[in-house]
């Protein structure tokens, strides 16, 4: 299997190396865009893309070194060709005016495209003042995640900067094929619902190599999820790598065949989570392989939360319908901020099934940290403290 990710990793920098020098260049400042930070360049973006999504043989978009003033922008798929890469020297700057955008799902997204390729380059969202405004507890926009994919397959982001987003930073829905290598996310520790990378609806997605900085989740996973690698990520401040919120409804299609390995986790709220809402639903976790994990004074190392109910709003004392199962936890060390480490607070209704734990060594304060487990089944192998509470 690692011989195949890093197989992906070198096809995606031969193809982005071929396109630049075998395609159709569009210039952005060729075209009319400044790159002096002030000026709205939306538009000659468009025409850039017009023109690569018109072309009938392989095309890059070149974005060279400067600063771009863009409000929303709108990639539109069924392109001519599905070789498009966009090449970023520069940073994409959006509004100092949070209102401008922030009633948008998003600032800069593809919708429906085929095979493109985004390399290098730096997103900066501008969230600060939004950040303030909601911690101020007036009234604001909800925000606008500063790149998402919708609808699209044979997707590549490599080496890509995101800056304070207003929201979340990278969002991937409805996707297949998809392939996120060395990017580097930073936002502040107590930046509200900036997410790092999101997947839902997705297939065959693979995060790798990538540092991830911001005040909610590093990267969260949602329903319909499958086929999703994630390795070599170094993860915090934030919440940690989240499959869930679960149970937002009651029909939800599940998550399955997700592999999270290699990853570093520093001073997070939790490390490995599972949460669901407690309410009814049709939803599912099956096959999840958490694999050679650091914790660094993480305050929930391991975590399974089905009673998730924030605000006890739309869920008290119901029992969450989610049903999960098969979830291993293999090589997991580090220090706890907390002392119950390892807490599976699973439904009563639907108690985890098949849970494992393998070599965990998890301590507080230089001492073996406790577990809970609440309607939860499975094993222990090897050495593992703290001891299980299966």
Not at 92 to 120: C, H, R
Request: hydrophobic residues 35%; glycine residues 12%.
């Amino acid at each position: 299997m690692l011989n195949t990710k890093l197989s992906i990793i070198l096809s995606i920098l031969f193809i982005s190396v071929d396109a630049l020098a075998a395609s159709s260049v569009f210039n952005v400042i060729t075209l009319g865009a400044k790159p002096d930070g002030r000026t709205d360049s939306t538009k000659f973006f468009l025409n850039a893309w017009a023109g690569a999504c018109g072309s009938t043989s392989p095309a890059t978009i070149y974005v060279p070194t400067g600063m771009y003033l863009l409000t929303n922008v709108v990639f539109k798929g069924q392109c001519k060709n599905s070789v498009i890469t966009i090449r970023i020297d520069g940073t994409l700057i959006a509004p100092t005016d949070y209102n401008v955008i922030g009633n948008s799902e998003s600032w800069l997204s593809f919708e429906g495209v085929t095979g493109v390729s985004i390399i290098g380059g730096t997103l900066d969202g501008q969230g600060i003042a939004l950040w303030a405004c909601k911690h101020s507890n007036k009234k604001c926009p909800q925000g606008a995640k500063s790149l998402s994919f919708t609808d699209s397959k044979d997707i590549a982001i490599k080496g890509l900067k995101s800056l304070n987003s207003q929201m979340m930073h990278i969002g991937i829905n409805g996707c297949e094929n998809v392939n996120i290598i060395g990017v580097m996310i930073t936002a502040s520790g107590d930046s509200p619902n900036t997410d790092g990378i999101h997947v839902q609806m997705s297939k065959g997605v693979t995060i790798m190599s990538s540092g991830i900085k911001t005040g909610d989740d590093c990267i969260s996973i949602g329903p319909g999820t499958s086929k999703l690698w994630i390795e070599g990520i170094a993860c915090g401040p934030g919440h940690g790598i989240s499959i869930g919120s679960l149970a937002k409804d009651l029909d939800e299609p599940g998550v399955q065949d997700v592999t999270v390995k290699s990853v570093v986790f520093t001073g997070t709220q939790n490390g490995l989570r599972i949460k669901a809402w407690g309410r009814p639903s049709n939803g599912f976790v099956n096959g999840v392989l958490f694999q050679h994990a650091v914790m660094q004074n993480v305050q929930n190392p391991i975590l399974i939360d089905q009673n998730y109910c924030p605000g006890s709003r739309g869920c008290p004392n119901q029992a969450s319908g989610v049903k999960i199962s098969q979830i291993t936890y293999q090589d997991i060390h580090g220090t706890s901020a907390s002392p119950v480490a390892v807490k599976l607070d699973c439904s009563t209704k639907n108690p985890c099934q098949g849970i494992t734990l393998e070599d965990v060594k998890l301590t507080y304060r230089n001492q073996p940290a406790g577990s809970s487990c609440k309607n939860a089944d499975g094993s222990i192998h090897g050495a593992v403290e703290p001891a299980g509470c299966l």
